[in-house]
């Protein structure tokens, strides 16, 4: 992966970024495989300077996430990687509230789509909820999920896009 980094901020960061200092907390990412949403998440934790950065990840463990994208590694130690893959719905809410309730905190979920796969159906609308009502109850912590469930809000979006309070679409 190539990553180039800009010595002048890229126009959609510099609005996501001021998106969260005027009060945003939640944001949604949305898109097709291969369009960015991780690498935005991921340059959005950087550019917010949070004093922690929690990311729950569901498709990469801690060293291929490291691998795939070492330009964090400037700001490794105030990040946490916690790879839900071989975990289960308790241990993720468990890791979301760790990560909600630092001070001056960043979480990023990346994917929520892939983690609500992976836990059965009756549960998963719960984890959304819960989740979503965690973040937007935190008032230090601002969050960023990212879904390959965006289609434009059409009839097969989730009920989490009316309770974020921004959406990107890439």
Sequence with gaps: VLHIIHTKMDPLLGRLVTFYKRGGKTLLVGGRPGTGKTTLALQLSQAL??????VISTRMSEELLLKQYPWIKEYAPRIRIF?????????LVEKFIEGARAEDGLLVVDSLDTMLRVIADSEARKVENTLTAIAASQSDTKTILTSELIAGFEASSTPLEFAVDGIVEL
């Design 83 to 91: 790879d839900f893959r071989l975990s289960s719905a308790e241990v």
């Design 49 to 54: 300077n949070p004093k922690t950065v929690t």
